[in-house]
Structures are given as C-alpha cells and as structure tokens.
C-alpha cells in the first residue's frame, strides 16, 4: 500500500507526463480525479518551492496519502522573471494557454533578449509534514510566434535549441528527456527505492497505536454477565 502516489494535479497532460517516466517503477500513480470533489489547495507562495510544498502537504493531509505535487513555471530574463509563478494564470485567473501565450509575445516584441527557462520544483509530502523536494531547468529562448501543435502551456513558443524546435514540435518522450519536469521526475525515479522507504516510515508514524488490552485482562469473558 507505500507505493501509491497521489499527484496534486487534475491535468490530464501532467499525469500522462508523469506516468510515463514512472512507468518502470513500482509507484502506482494516482491522482485527484480518483478521489472526486476535493477542496482545493491555496497557492499564494512567492516561489516554485512554496507552492509545490503547500499543494503536497494540503492534498495529503485531506486524503491521508502521500501526495507528490510540482510547481513550474516560466521564467523570462526580459521580463525580470515574469510569469514565474503566475505562469498559469498570467493573462488572468480564467486565462487559456493561448491567453497566456498571447500576453507573453505581447511583452516581448521588439526585444532582443529572448532568453527564458522552464523551472520545476517537485515536493512529496505525507500528511504528518515532512517533505523531500527535487529540482529541474530546462534553458530555452522565446520565439516571436507559435510554432508546433503538441504539448500545452507555452510549450508552441518555447525554443529548445539543442533540438531547434519549440516543445509544441517534438514528442512527449522528446520532451520527457530534456524539460525541466521530466529532470525533476528522472532525479526522482532514480531515487525511488529509498523514496519508498521515506515513505513507509513517515506514514507509520502517523498511524495511531494499537490499543492497549492489558487494562482487561482481568476481566472473564467466559461468562456472560447480566448488569
């Protein structure tokens, strides 16, 4: 049973991403659609690590399972950082990935400086409050438009020039190799052994003592006795 993980996550795209660089491994992927209507997490840290940590932690102590939960973002050199943490919401709270997109051309035409880079921060929480964290960076540049039909988020304006293609234009298997969560997840999969056992001890911990029957030991329950 120390092997189910829940992911943080409703995306569908996410749980596909993780469940194929973990698919070698004796975790057994879960996620929030498995359990149904949850009350959501409050994301208001100031960076990726916060995030993450407050979703893991939130979505394990409603479930009482270990809850594994990533914050990415974008991070733009021209734009002193922006969208960072609010790279999902960033043209707005109801913002599509094609608002999201639109905004960042916006800002970003007529400048030279296109350098950019995708940060993962990955968080495994259990719902007593430790937490183990893995990092990945994938460097890029932003293009001047779209370009690929695949992926989701800003993945058709991403340049990743080791392949000369956005993120839209190359497979998930590509992707898995070289993003910033597929490097965070490869950490985290090399390590899943010792990450399972983390696991095991942190949960047996939480769990509440056997009772203790020696305070009726004198009782004879050979006979029924009427009151």
């Not at 009350?39 to 932690?57: H, I, Q, R, S």
């Not at 990533?70 to 991070?75: A, E, P, Q, Y």
């Not at 999902?88 to 950019?116: I, P, V």
């Not at 058709?156 to 392949?163: A, D, K």
Request: aromatic share 8%; charged share 30%.
């Amino acid at each position: 049973m120390y092997n189910i993980i829940v992911l943080a996550t409703s995306n569908k795209n996410k749980v596909k991403e993780f469940q194929n660089i973990l698919q070698d491994t004796p975790v057994q992927i879960k996620c929030l659609q498995d359990y149904g209507p949850l009350p959501e997490a409050v994301e208001d840290g100031e960076t990726f690590d916060d995030n993450a940590y407050k979703k893991a932690l939130h979505y394990a102590k409603v479930l009482g399972l270990p809850c594994l939960a990533d914050d990415s973002g974008l991070v733009v050199d021209a734009l002193d950082g922006r969208p960072g943490v609010y790279s999902a919401r960033y043209a707005g709270e109801e913002a599509t990935d094609s608002d999201n997109c639109d905004k960042l051309l916006q800002e970003l035409e007529g400048k030279d400086d296109r350098k950019a880079h995708f940060e993962c921060v990955l968080s495994l929480a259990t719902p007593g409050g430790p937490a183990l964290t893995w990092e990945g960076r994938c460097d890029g540049e932003i293009t001047t438009k779209r370009h690929g039909e695949s992926g989701f988020g800003y993945d058709p304006v991403f340049l990743y020039p080791e392949l000369g293609k956005t993120f839209a234009e190359i497979s998930m298997e590509e992707k898995a190799k070289v993003s910033h969560r597929g490097r965070a997840l490869a950490e985290f999969a090399s390590e899943i052994d010792k990450v399972l056992v983390w696991v095991k001890q942190r949960m047996e911990e939480i769990k509440p003592p056997k009772p203790d029957h020696k305070e009726f030991e004198h009782n004879d329950w050979s006979q029924e006795r009427m009151v």
